[in-house]
Each structure stands twice: as structure tokens, then as C-alpha cells.
């Protein structure tokens, strides 16, 4: 097998190989690091490796590997594949800032609960990814530290939050990564990307060890090549979990069962609110999803009209709550507990200084907007105001879920923009996550998966589920993927010269 193709497999195909012994996990692993000293001085994905611990933990797996298949054992699909994981999860010994310049420095004690799930199966890390400042963006452009770029077009974002793992993923510098949604960041820059991206149901995954940016919204999603991947790394990271009160006791399916290519005497609706043109959908967007739903339509599935009529609101909504959440949340990072610490001779001038230098813009312009949301004055209006029109916008869905199956939508209204396009904007910005920002706010699962291109980028479809449905919308994804070719084409890395980067 060439070096190429290893950089390209799929979990499942990786494991595969390992299970015929075809491949090591630390060839696996020395190949994808290669690739990674090869194009991430382009791509900008990691911001550090761990090609040390990425290396043990190879040859640990092999034992394993080796050992299982002496005794005619299956093993975790999961076991000596190598992945990365969104800077905004907790990796005991292992440096996590969140993008942020005020963790500098922070080395948590302890694993999240979904990466320690994830290493007791086996999993080689190989380091943490690139994002937006506590997971605040939808380009990277706010990371505290640099842009990371599309592998489709480096001129261009990956999207965001979680752009740093969508486009470790698209340029082979991975074989699968964590990000976290809590208004789109995992299939926002999965769509960006040309990826998988999949945001469980609220309390699915533990957040335990997840940094905490809107604690209502906050999810870890799967980034993966294909929904059979992406059912594998779900499955096995998913689960309650006694250190997250929200976590859900409810049992874990076998996602994987979930994927027939199937979707005859399924209900799909459509909402005309989420493929309106103008308003800052793209036509090649609205074009490509059109055609997308169209595909679902032939294959058998029968779709049906319905509407949401409270989405409009799912912007200001989000971005009120989610402010005062984080308000709160990031009241924690004072120069005092982790991190970043500016010596002063008095301690408000510390916290002051700390603050000041530590924060991005984009992170204090949330945090004024929270603490004004939830001020005295203004709670009312603002912050009681926005929980009740979430409440309007997740009956909206419920209405829905009574006469479909799952729901089909765009994940963004644009391709894949310029960097320095949108960044000094920050409402245009808050627009690229306008179809994706409801369901989080409804408790939903969603999931991004690749639709075709436009403009010659990636296009993501979109599709929602009912609380608990993520077997129905891995089933919906598993058909549409297994009728179509877009989950198996990679960018042109390599036809982009260097000089044509920014
Ligand atoms: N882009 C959205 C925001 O900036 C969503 C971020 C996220 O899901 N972490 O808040």
C-alpha cells in the first residue's frame, strides 16, 4: 500500500488492514505524521503535535493488535488509529488553550471523559487541533494564535469552530478528529471541509472535560471521512456519564446497525425557511442541497414540506444565550487558577492585565454582550426573553418530528469564504452559522455530510433528528453517501503552489 493511500484511509479501512495484519499502527502512525511535517506548514491545522506520545501509544496498540489476533479476538475498530482532537478538550499531560492566549501554558491533570473513552479503546493521539478562540467563530480567524486554512483553496477558511480538525481531516493529516458543536462547530467547518460532522443529542456525549463556552449548548461531535466512521467513533465515546449531571442515562445503541442503505418509507421534511435564497444563501448552495434532496427523493424516501416558522429568531436567540452562558463561564480565567498570568503589584490590576492581553477581541465582545444580557436591568428583556423563544423554536421541531423522520437542510449558505473576508464583521460572520444554530438550541442531533461542490468547494447537507435520533439521520447520511461520490474526493493540496497561499 502507498503512502498516500494510508493518509486517505478511512477508520474502518484502517481497521481492516490491522486486523489482517496488512498494516502496523505505527507504520499507520509515522506515515500520517510525515504527512503532517509535509502540508501542515501550509494547512495550519495542529496547533502542536504529540508525535512522541502519538508513537508509544502506536506500539502499545500493535501489542494489542498483535495479541487479539493471536487468539482469533475482535478488537475496537478504534484501537491503533491515528486522530486528533480539537484544542478545547481536556488531554491530561498534554497542553490544551482553547485557541486562547490566556491558556498558555495549561496542562489539564485529566482526561474528557469522551477522549478517555476513546484512549481505553486504543486510540493513538497525535495532537490538538487549531480553533476559534473557545470555540467563539465559524472561520478560525479568532484563534488567539493563528488562521488555519482550507485544503480546498488555502486563499480560504476551513469554517469553525472546529476548522482545525475538519481540515487536518480533508488534507490526510488525520484519520479522524473531536470537535465540539455549540452553535455549528462541528458540521460548519465539516461542510466547509468536505468532511462528516456530527453534533449528538444534547447530553449523548459527557462534557465532562469539554471547556466549558455555553454549558447548554456544548457538545463533542465525531469529525470523520464517512458515516460509518463517524457511527464507530459516536458509539464509542458516547454514554452517561457520572462526572456530567446532563448526561443521559439512556442506553447506547449499536450505531453501526443503524447503516442500511435504505431510506424508502421514511418521511424527510424540507423547510422552505432553510432553502429561501437572499438573505445570504448562495445560489450554487441552494442549487446543490436542492439536488441533494432530490437524490434522497429518487432513492425512495418521501419528502415532505413542512416549516419552521420561528428559525428567523435562532440567531439573535443563540447569540444571547450563548453569551451569558459564557459570560459566566469564562468568569473562571483570572490569571489566578490556570494559565496565562500577568504579575502586577495588586491583584485587581493582575486580573485586569491578564484579561486584557489574555482574551481576544471577539471573546471580550461576547463576554460585555453576556454580562449586559443577564444585568439586572436588562434580564428581562434580553436573557428571559431568548429563553422563551427557544422554547417556540424547539416546538417548532416537535411539530415537525410528528410528520417526519428527520429534517434536510443546508449546514451553511455559503461555500467556503476568503480569509479576512468576514473577520471584522461580526454579524456577517454570525450569518455563515444561520442553518445551524436552531438545533443546538433545541437539544437536536444533526449531522453534515459532503452534497457536492460549489464554486468548485465543498457543499454540506444537512440532517436533523429527533432528540435521541441519531440512528435514523446515520441511516438517512449512510444512503445518500453509499449513492453518491463526494465523501471519497480529497482537495488538490498539492496542485497549490505555494506562492498563491496568503
Ligand atoms: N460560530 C458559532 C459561534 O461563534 C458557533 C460556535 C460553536 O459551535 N462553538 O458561537
Not at 436542492?290 to 419528502?303: K, M, N, S
Not at 428571559?384 to 410528520?403: G, P
Not at 457543499?459 to 439521520?473: A, H, N, S
Request: with cysteine; aromatic share 8%.
Amino acid at each position: 500500500m502507498s503512502t498516500k493511500e494510508l493518509e486517505r484511509l478511512t477508520l474502518h479501512e484502517g481497521h481492516d488492514l490491522l486486523r489482517r495484519g496488512e498494516i502496523t499502527s505505527q507504520e499507520l502512525t509515522q506515515t500520517i505524521l510525515e504527512r503532517i511535517q509535509a502540508v501542515d506548514g501550509r494547512v495550519q491545522a495542529y496547533l502542536r503535535t504529540t508525535p512522541e506520545l502519538a508513537l508509544e501509544q502506536a506500539r502499545q496498540a500493535d501489542r494489542r493488535i498483535s495479541e487479539n489476533r493471536r487468539r482469533g479476538q475482535h478488537f475496537s475498530p478504534l484501537l491503533g488509529i491515528p486522530m486528533a482532537i480539537k484544542d478545547v478538550i481536556c488531554t491530561r499531560g498534554v497542553e490544551t488553550t482553547c485557541g486562547s492566549k490566556i491558556l498558555q501554558g495549561f496542562v489539564p491533570p485529566y482526561d474528557a471523559t469522551a477522549w478517555a473513552r476513546l484512549r481505553q479503546a486504543g486510540a493513538v493521539l497525535l495532537g490538538k487541533t487549531n480553533s476559534d478562540e473557545f470555540a467563539m467563530g465559524s472561520s478560525t480567524e479568532n484563534s488567539g494564535y493563528f488562521t488555519t486554512h482550507n485544503p480546498w483553496d488555502l486563499g480560504r477558511v476551513p469554517g469553525g469552530s472546529s476548522g482545525g480538525s475538519a481540515a487536518a481531516l480533508a488534507a490526510g493529516e488525520c484519520t479522524y478528529a473531536l470537535g465540539s458543536d455549540t452553535g455549528g462547530s462541528v458540521r460548519h467547518p465539516a461542510s466547509l471541509c468536505g468532511v462528516v460532522g456530527l453534533r449528538p443529542t444534547y447530553g449523548r456525549v459527557s462534557r465532562y472535560g469539554l471547556v466549558a463556552f455555553a454549558s447548554s449548548l456544548d457538545q463533542i461531535g465525531p469529525i470523520t471521512r464517512d458515516v460509518t466512521d463517524c457511527a464507530l467513533v459516536l458509539g464509542s465515546m458516547a454514554g452517561h456519564d457520572p462526572q456530567d449531571a446532563t448526561s443521559l442515562p439512556d442506553p447506547v445503541p449499536d450505531y453501526r446497525r443503524a447503516l442500511i442503505p435504505e431510506v424508502r418509507g421514511l418521511r424527510l421534511g424540507v423547510a422552505e425557511e432553510y432553502l429561501e435564497v437572499g438573505g445570504g444563501m448562495e445560489s450554487g448552495v441552494g442549487t446543490t442541497v436542492r439536488q441533494a434532496i432530490a437524490r434522497l427523493e429518487e432513492l425512495g424516501a418521501e419528502i415532505v414540506p413542512i416549516s419552521l416558522p420561528h428559525t428567523r429568531y435562532a440567531l439573535p436567540t443563540y447569540y444571547l444565550i450563548a453569551t451569558a452562558e459564557a459570560s459566566a463561564n469564562l468568569a473562571r480565567y483570572d490569571g489566578v487558577k490556570y494559565g496565562f498570568s500577568y504579575p502586577a503589584e495588586d491583584i485587581w490590576e493582575s486580573y485586569r492585565r491578564t484579561r486584557g492581553l489574555g482574551f481576544g477581541a471577539e471573546v471580550k465582545r461576547r463576554i460585555v454582550l453576556g454580562t449586559y444580557a443577564l444585568s439586572a436591568g436588562y434580564y428581562d428583556a434580553y436573557y428571559l426573553k431568548a429563553q422563551k423563544v427557544r422554547t417556540l423554536i424547539k416546538q417548532d421541531f416537535d411539530q415537525a418530528f410528528q410528520r417526519c423522520h428527520a429534517l434536510l437542510a443546508p449546514t451553511s449558505p455559503v461555500v467556503a469564504f476568503r480569509i479576512g473576508e468576514r473577520v471584522n464583521n461580526p454579524l456577517q460572520m454570525y450569518l455563515a452559522d444561520i442553518y445551524v444554530l436552531a438545533q443546538p438550541l433545541a437539544g437536536l442531533p444533526s449531522i453534515s455530510i459532503p452534497c457536492g461542490f460549489s464554486e468548485e468547494l465543498p457543499v454540506g447537507l444537512q440532517i436533523i433528528g429527533p432528540p435521541l435520533g441519531e440512528e435514523i439521520i446515520l441511516r438517512v447520511a449512510y444512503a445518500y453517501e453509499q449513492a453518491t461520490p463526494w465523501h471519497s474526493m480529497a482537495p488538490p493540496l498539492e496542485a497549490q503552489r505555494e506562492e498563491e497561499v496568503p
